[in-house]
């Protein structure tokens, strides 16, 4: 089942064009491109066998990463070895106090243009992962976040029933074996609990979701022929429902509230535990305040051409099921609508880079203390 909206994009898309490459289909022979394969599991067509594209990569030397401003750069890495060592007390008496209670303090200042924000975390802990969720902070916004979306959680008897449903059409997938030749049950409800996810939130419109609610709570309004299956569900199936797709819905929803979540525009944000230990910290255009353009730009080329070079794996594990969600909502980033090799190619890939603090460069933002104890004070020359 479909909305009208996703029925109407599909069936335009089979009408005027043939897709270059699908997600989940292998592409050997794609046309005008001798050298591109599409794997199954891949999310690009790669060309790890044209030397072509290997020879066009860029090269990088030591040159293109000489830095624009060194002398500003080095104030602003000794800046913030200071917050690194002292945590958010080395702002106390030079920054302005934004707010200060039980679940933390929040401190803005200034270094060398850049407005920085440094906020630190009273009741979490870097070494505590539960810490995380039980702060009051993360309660409360867990709450404020359940009021703000507009529909419920799918729940676990719209699971069942979709997925009744499908083995009633004997459409339910190949069973999967253990290495002992009995059956496993396990993935095989796994896979299916997690298809059915994709079709309640995938392509169906509110009033659908909400019909599919209503039929699962009435047993008068469902076929008689799912009621077994459902028992039987019910009895072999006791994993735990994990509806990433409602939890993208709302997320996105809180996202978009400025009263849940604050935007801070500041160019450097930073947040501590309780111990002033780095929890995240981001640097708004460090590569434009680090190098020059024309290193940025080989950068960014240098981004662009790796993901035509290795196979990159569709982004639909446990931390990214609502891939295809996204990209029902975002055409754009959807490869199977690109008309051209070319158009292919420009679309977007996914590239994640995880910043932290490191002791050996400036380029992530951070640098250990190396200048001694005569060297100046950091705050005094920003």
Known sequence: MGSK???????????HFKPIIRYHEERKVIPGDPYGWKLPGCGNISHWEEA??????????????????EEKAEKVKLYLDEIQDRGIDAL???????????????????VQGFSV?????????????????????????????DQRVAETPMGRDVENMLMAKRMNRGEAPKMPMHRDGTENKKAWYKAMRSESYNVFWVGTSCE??????????????????????????????????KDYFYHYQRDRAAAADDIIYEKPKHDIVIVLDKDC????????????FLFQPKS????EDAVRKWTALPPLPLPETSRHMVDEMIRLENPHMDLEKATTLKEVEKRVQCVVHYGTWTRKSANCGKCSSQSGANSEHPFKRC
């Open 277 to 288: 230990k780095v929890v995240l910290t981001r640097f708004s255009k460090l590569p434009d």
């Open 92 to 110: 106390l008496d030079v920054g302005q106090i934004v707010r200060s209670n039980e679940e933390g303090v929040v401190v803005d200042h200034h």
């Open 5 to 15: 909206l996703a029925q109407s994009i599909e069936s335009i898309t089979e009408e």
């Open 296 to 299: 940025v730009e080989k950068l």
């Open 208 to 241: 659908e979701r909400d019909a599919l609610r209503k039929e699962a709570r009435d047993n008068a309004r469902r076929d008689p022929a799912l009621e077994p299956l459902i028992a039987q569900i019910e009895k072999e199936d006791k994993s735990q429902s």
């Open 52 to 69: 072509r594209r290997y020879d066009e990569y860029p090269k990088f030397t030591d040159r293109d990463f000489h830095l624009r401003a």
């Open 117 to 145: 924000r440094v906020m630190q975390m009273r009741d979490v802990s870097v070494f505590d992962p539960k810490s995380y969720c039980n702060a009051a902070r993360s309660r409360r916004l867990e709450n404020l976040s």
